[in-house]
């Protein structure tokens, strides 16, 4: 599903990894993303049902992509 903003510029066939998905800009940056038609990765460190909700309402919005627990710092 692409937004108004989306039509300039496409991210078909690209995959974003997005750490700190599950909240704030992190998520909002991974929404864009999706919303421009790439795969989306959703990292998150801690907070697993935090990130999950967030998941949850990404692919709500028919978007693609997968939810994965890992530090970005190690």
Same mark, same amino acid.
């Given at each position: =599903? =692409?937004?108004?903003?989306?039509?300039?510029?496409? #991210?078909?066939?690209?995959?974003?990894?997005?750490? /700190?998905?599950?909240?704030?800009? /992190?998520? !909002?940056?991974?929404? /864009?993303? %999706?919303?421009? %038609?790439?795969?989306? !990765?959703? $990292?998150?460190? $801690?907070?697993? +049902?935090? !990130? +999950?909700?967030?998941?949850? !309402?990404?692919?709500? +919005?028919? #978007?693609? %992509?997968?939810?994965?627990?890992?530090?970005?710092?190690?």
């Amino acid at each position: =599903m =692409m937004d108004q903003h989306s039509s300039m510029f496409s #991210l078909e066939g690209k995959v974003a990894l997005v750490t /700190g998905s599950s909240k704030g800009l /992190g998520r !909002a940056r991974a929404t /864009g993303l %999706g919303r421009a %038609g790439a795969k989306v !990765a959703f $990292n998150y460190r $801690n907070g697993q +049902e935090q !990130a +999950e909700a967030a998941f949850a !309402a990404y692919r709500a +919005e028919g #978007l693609q %992509g997968g939810l994965y627990r890992a530090s970005a710092i190690d």
